[in-house]
């Protein structure tokens, strides 16, 4: 993502793991790192954050040297966490005291999706800073829709993710059985996905990564599960029961007893495969 800003915006950056930081400047040399989050607020207009819980973007806003305390009025900061609605709300109230607007704007679309600038960014803010919001992400995004006002981006990509995690067990669980019961894992597939059953797990996923045995880590298996967390938190908020997300948040927190917190989502179905007693392979 940060590639792709540096192609078309002067870009500043700065990472909690230095060598991150040191590894985008090498990848284009046109950017520039900042010593620390404060410095970096106090020279941008616009701010990107993409962190791995809502947590972590009040640890970075926080302290001395924080974002917070170099953020200038006016300035707008774009969260592409995938973080907690309610966060993102009291977020964007604590910084308009500031006169700093702040916005939901999560991703989707992975790590290649990244890369090849076609991600789906999911916005919640306000509809008159959309459009600048919109020319801001336009160099990694294949699609930017503000889905209603500050939190709705978060929620709706808690829900898309804890569909994706419904959609790998589901798909994982069938395998498993047919692959059990003598059929070819990728024969099954090959039907699978011309069939009314298909996915983006069964047409990309399971092919690249489960078949080949390769278990690329790309996301975290603990990120997945605490996404699916927030999605059944949406769901309860509105006074849905939501079984099939409660069954998914429980084997995604099994998967992560299993395999640890540094394995990757996919490998859900390494536990599937183990309790099946069968490889998923082709």
């Known amino acids: 993502m940060a590639v792709r800003l540096a192609e078309v915006h002067p870009l500043l950056v700065w990472n909690r793991t230095p060598a991150r930081a040191t590894a985008a400047l090498s990848a284009h040399p046109g950017m520039a790192a900042a010593a620390t989050p ?27 040297d924080g974002l917070e305390a170099g953020l200038q009025p006016g300035s707008l900061v774009i969260d592409c ?13 604590h910084l308009a005291a500031r006169g700093v607007d702040y916005v939901d704007a999560p991703v989707s679309g992975g790590t290649n999706g990244a890369a090849a600038g076609t991600l789906t960014v999911m916005v919640g803010c306000p509809a008159e800073l959309f459009p600048r919001i919109e020319a801001v992400v336009a160099p990694f995004a294949g699609r930017v829709v503000r889905m209603g006002p500050v939190g709705a ?32 894992p990728r024969l099954a597939l090959d039907v699978l996905n011309g069939s009314s059953g298909r996915s983006f ?17 790309t996301f975290r298996l603990a990120l997945l599960h ?21 069954k998914a948040l429980a084997q995604y927190a ?7 917190d540094s394995a990757d989502y996919l490998e859900a179905i390494r536990v599937i495969e183990e309790q099946a007693g069968v490889a998923i392979r082709g």
């Open 153 to 184: 981006g978060t929620a709706m990509k808690a829900v898309n993710n804890a569909l994706l995690a419904v959609n790998i067990l589901a798909v994982g669980e069938g395998l498993a059985g047919l692959t059990k019961a003598g059929i070819d």
């Open 254 to 260: 099994e998967a992560r007893r299993a395999l640890g």
């Open 81 to 93: 966490t995938s973080g907690e609605p309610a966060a993102a709300r009291r977020l964007a109230g």
């Open 201 to 217: 797990v069964s047409e990309v996923l399971v092919p690249e990564r489960v078949l080949t045995g390769l278990w690329p880590n």
């Open 38 to 64: 404060r410095e970096l607020a106090v020279a941008c207009e616009v701010v990107l954050l993409c962190l791995s819980t809502s947590s972590d973007v009040e640890a970075v806003l926080g302290g001395p």
């Open 226 to 246: 605490k996404d699916i967390g927030i999605a059944a938190g949406l769901l309860a908020e509105q006074g849905i029961e939501g079984p099939v997300l409660a």
